[in-house]
Nanobody, 119 residues
Framework: QVQLVESGGGLVQPGGSLRLSCAAS????????MGWYRQAPGKQRELVAT???????NYADSVKGRFTISRDNAKNTVYLQMNSLKPEDTAVYYC?????????????WGQGTQVTVSS
């Protein structure tokens, strides 16, 4: 069992920045990847960025060059630094992790944090 606690969402003007944080607790030793997804009104949830245990990152084309995902292993925390925010980035952002064992892989989600980019 993994618990994900998010923070850092809010209201920001276009061109501004926010940093989202996601702290993992519980059975964290088998986590293979952590990432961020987002869901805008009327749209399906989409991948924003992921980072695996080796530090490899992956980004959606829409956020490349603007968002940076990172991790702090000592704090069991993953971050999403969002710069040059656009109104199109407005969505609920969800932290996600996959924990895999010899039996299978399991998905865990945070509660979601609202990011609103507006003038």
């Amino acid at each position: 069992q993994v618990q994900l606690v998010e923070s850092g969402g809010g209201l920001v003007q276009p061109g501004g920045s926010l940093r989202l944080s996601c702290a993992a607790s519980g059975s964290i030793f088998s986590i293979v990847e952590m990432g961020w997804y987002r869901q805008a009104p009327g749209k399906q949830r989409e991948l924003v960025a992921t980072i695996n245990t080796g530090g490899r990152t992956n980004y959606a084309d829409s956020v490349k060059g603007r968002f940076t995902i990172s991790r702090d292993n000592a704090k069991n925390t993953v971050y999403l630094q969002m710069n040059s925010l656009k109104p199109e980035d407005t969505a609920v952002y969800y932290c996600h992790t996959a924990r895999c064992t010899g039996i299978g892989c399991y998905d865990y989600w945070g509660q979601g944090t609202q990011v609103t980019v507006s003038s």
